[in-house]
Nanobody
């Protein structure tokens, strides 16, 4: 079992930055691929970014490419999502996820563990 706890959300003006953290406890975090997803009110959950199990490769949604960066610190059992140049349309609850997947990183059902989410609100 892996427990995930997100933090770092908040209210920021458009053009600003936030860094989300996802702290893991339980089984060795480095054994899992990690991803970030988000869900805005009235919308389906959507993929944001992922870092593969090897930790070498990253995958991003087109909507955040060039603005967001996912990174992981296995020593701290933590995954980060650095979000720059934020836009009002980035407003959502952000969730981190972990799983033993080797592909399909944008597919939420392939992840085994989920955090409770952290709210990000970007004002115009």
């Amino acid at each position: 079992q892996v427990q995930l706890v997100e933090s770092g959300g908040g209210l920021v003006q458009a053009g600003g930055s936030l860094r989300l953290s996802c702290a893991a406890s339980g089984r060795t975090f480095s054994r899992y691929a990690v991803g970030w997803f988000r869900q805005a009110p009235g919308k389906e959950r959507e993929f944001v970014a992922a870092r593969t199990l090897s930790g070498i490769s990253t995958v991003y949604a087109d909507s955040v490419k060039g603005r967001f960066t996912i990174s992981r610190d296995n020593a701290k059992n933590t995954v980060y999502l650095q979000m720059n140049s934020l836009k009002p349309e980035d407003t959502a609850v952000y969730y981190c996820a972990a799983g033993s997947l080797l592909g399909g990183y944008d597919r939420g059902p392939l992840y085994d563990y989920w955090g409770q989410g952290t709210q990000v609100t970007v004002s115009s």
